[in-house]
């Protein structure tokens, strides 16, 4: 994903005072041809709506990259201030300099554009997308977004349409129309979108075996569950990383935004909520973007956590438990130090995972020494694989505290293979047969390098018959889940 990376060469100042500033166009795709030297003449720009003049000093924007921040620069009153890519090309196209230069690369794929004043509270936040409710000619047709009401919530993307005013020709492309009204007030033409469309967290949770993208990568929609753990994104500038959880399937998904959405500004376990947004993996982590979350209700019960004796796509988002694990080196366990750290942690055999110990949490303020005993942890599978395919970098973020010598951990008790599971044939050349002493929830299906093959939810039954004929010859593992129980098995595929 390109990044929005501002140096920024400042060209006025006037008097500071403090009031409303909203982000008021964005220029993120112009329509130069392939060959183009890359949306030279991409801009934002900022509206005072104050009969005031604001000056920026201290003030910084950003979207996923690092803050950068205005030097001694001014809006005003009513007015409008320019922040362009190339004073140059943007000149050639519009007729006049920009207020300000960067080196500004906004994504054709969607981004974040976050304003904040000096003492780092959010001012205004967009992000915006080339998918509904944002219109798609902005990507590439020549556009710009142009915000519908000054008033209304910008973060909504049924509060922006585009501009049809031309405003010149494309520099790396003159025989194209850019249609952009900078440093002027908007003629926005407002798109109709369709609804969020509502989804099931299972419904979007699949991913293709061999590559590891999701199947529901980039699509909108509302998705509804109990938040589980803690806020991981718990610093005072806002937004949240949550663990939302589907109850009657135990699936899950992370919950992501830079800022707080409203009135929901204090995530907590237990709260059912109503997320809006994209679809997306973030270094192969399953995300949903969060343009809205609403709070329905408080204290609801949440999911007992699953014992895993391994890591992989099966426990992403899952809430889990690995039991008898201790710390690898004791030496990487820094408690205290910045926003949290990781450590590798072992079972004693060749099972080796990444634990991340995140400041939201009890136990990165626990003292030090590191733990040498033995331990239960229990929290949230996770990934950080930043390249496809995403088969790879499995971790578990803990919830909290960790159970030092305690088999008697809040979960339920693992299925033992040898007396409640029988899987047979084993080789199978076509149809596999599954029993088991406890009703079967849900099966999952693993190649050997961990990557999720089948899945079958909701199978209410003691008994399965599964047919393995679009299975590779191989070696699989297959999951049981019922309740909070689980049970796994190794089985051959021969044609």
């Excluded at 710390?327 to 450590?343: L, P």
Aim: contains cysteine.
């Amino acid at each position: 994903m390109k990044k929005l990376l501002f140096t920024l060469s400042i060209i006025a100042t006037t008097v500071a005072a403090q009031a409303q500033i909203v982000i008021n166009e964005i220029m993120y795709n112009t329509p130069e041809t392939s060959g183009g030297s890359g949306d030279t003449e991409e801009f934002v720009e900022l509206l005072n709506t104050t009969a005031n003049p604001i000056n920026l000093q201290g003030y910084t924007i950003k979207d996923n990259a690092s803050p950068i921040t205005f030097g001694n620069i001014s809006i005003p009153a009513n007015g409008f201030l320019i922040v362009a890519k190339d004073s140059t090309d943007f000149n050639t196209a519009f007729g006049f300099y920009p207020h300000a230069e960067s080196n500004m690369t906004l994504s054709n794929g969607g981004d974040y554009v976050v304003l904040k004043d000096a003492s780092g509270t959010v001012i205004d936040s967009v992000r915006y997308d080339d998918v509904a409710p944002w219109a798609d000619e902005a990507d590439g047709d020549g556009n710009s977004l142009q915000l519908c009401d000054a008033a209304n919530d910008n973060n909504n993307g049924a509060n922006w349409g585009i501009s049809q005013d031309s405003a010149g020709t494309d520099v790396q492309d003159p025989t194209k129309t850019i249609y952009a009204t900078p440093n002027a007030a908007n003629n926005c033409v407002a798109v109709v979108a369709p609804p969020y469309p509502l989804y099931t967290i299972s419904g979007v949770n699949s991913s293709n075996s061999t590559t590891g993208v999701a199947d529901s990568l980039n699509a909108t929609c509302e998705l509804r569950g109990i938040v589980h753990c803690v806020d991981f994104d718990n610093d005072a500038g806002g937004g949240y990383q949550v663990r939302m959880v589907e109850t009657t399937t135990k699936n899950g998904i992370t919950v992501y935004s830079p800022i707080d959405l409203g009135s929901y500004t204090a995530p907590a376990s237990g709260d059912s909520i109503h997320v809006k947004g994209k679809i997306v993996q973030f270094n192969g982590l399953l995300e949903i973007e969060a343009d809205s979350a609403s709070l329905i209700s408080t204290g609801n019960s949440t999911v007992s956590a699953v014992i895993f004796t391994t890591l992989g796509e099966y426990t992403e988002n899952q809430y889990v438990t690995l039991k008898n694990m201790f710390v690898v080196d004791t030496s990487n366990w820094n408690t205290g130090v910045g926003t949290g750290f990781t450590v590798r942690i072992t079972n004693g055999t060749t099972d080796t995972f990444d634990m991340r110990v995140d400041d939201a949490i009890s136990l990165f303020n626990r003292a030090a020494p590191a733990p040498t005993d033995t331990f239960s942890v229990t929290g949230f599978g996770s990934q950080s694989d930043n390249s496809s395919p995403y088969t790879e970098g499995y971790s578990i973020w803990p919830c909290g505290d960790l159970a030092f010598n305690n088999p008697s951990v809040s979960v339920q008790k693992v299925f033992t293979a040898k007396n409640i599971l029988k899987v047979y044939p084993n080789p199978t050349y076509g149809v596999l047969n599954v029993e088991a002493s406890e009703t079967i929830d849900h099966v999952m299906i693993n190649n050997m390098l961990g990557q999720e093959v089948m899945r079958l939810e909701n199978a209410n039954s003691t008994q399965l018959q599964i047919n393995t004929n679009d299975l590779e010859n191989g070696v699989y593992t297959i999951t049981l889940m019922s309740g909070a129980t689980i049970s796994t098995k190794q089985f051959q595929v021969l044609r």
